[in-house]
């Protein structure tokens, strides 16, 4: 990662209203994810609980976010039947939602109208992308910053279409 682009903790801590994702894969392949992946795949059991060394990061950064008035949404276009991996992230996302995140989920038959960005993204405050790049086989390939007026645009239109379409996390079932 170039050390000019700053970290995900540093952009959150700087947000002040909004923070919304869109996660468009059917498969990540995220080194920190690796072993409880595996784990999951081997046995059914998912890490759930928000003080665990793998989730308190997250839950901390979230926390702090939502008490500073920071409305924080999540949106996940998938494939119907979904992957093992979004059967792992449904099986994950209660802690999403316990930290204060809001998540919804839309079968990716229901996206084909929405014109959608090339790539995964965190919005931040209407004004500024993170892009988060992907290999083929769903490594991170590292993230792009960007305030280009045309690129917030799309991706603010893109997810406020996906989010008005999709289903609510407690509501969503994995088909």
């Known amino acids: 990662m170039p050390s000019s682009v700053p970290t995900f903790d540093e952009l959150m801590a700087g947000c002040t209203s909004s923070a919304v994702h ?3 894969r059917d498969h990540y392949g ?14 059914g059991q998912r ?8 989730w308190a990061p997250w839950v901390d950064l979230i926390t ?3 008490a500073r008035g920071v409305v924080v949404r999540r949106a996940r276009i998938v494939s119907e039947p979904v992957s093992d991996y979004i059967r792992y992230e449904h099986a994950g996302t209660v802690v999403n939602v316990m930290a204060g995140e809001q998540v919804r989920w839309l079968p990716r038959r229901r996206a084909s109208s ?14 500024l992308i993170r892009w988060n790049h992907f290999t083929g086989d769903g490594a ?31 509501q969503y079932e994995i088909r």
Request: net charge negative; hydrophobic share 40%; proline share 7%.
């Open 22 to 24: 869109l996660e468009m």
């Open 47 to 54: 890490d759930t609980d928000p003080a665990s060394e793998y």
């Open 114 to 127: 929405i014109a959608l960005p090339g790539n995964d993204f965190w919005l931040l405050d209407e004004r």
């Open 30 to 43: 995220v080194g920190e994810e690796a072993d409880d992946f595996s784990t999951w795949l081997r046995t």
């Open 140 to 170: 991170s390939a590292g993230p792009e910053i960007s305030e280009e007026p045309a690129a917030v645009k799309l991706c603010a239109q893109a997810f406020e279409a996906v989010w008005e379409r999709a289903i609510p996390h407690d």
């Open 64 to 66: 702090r976010a939502v």
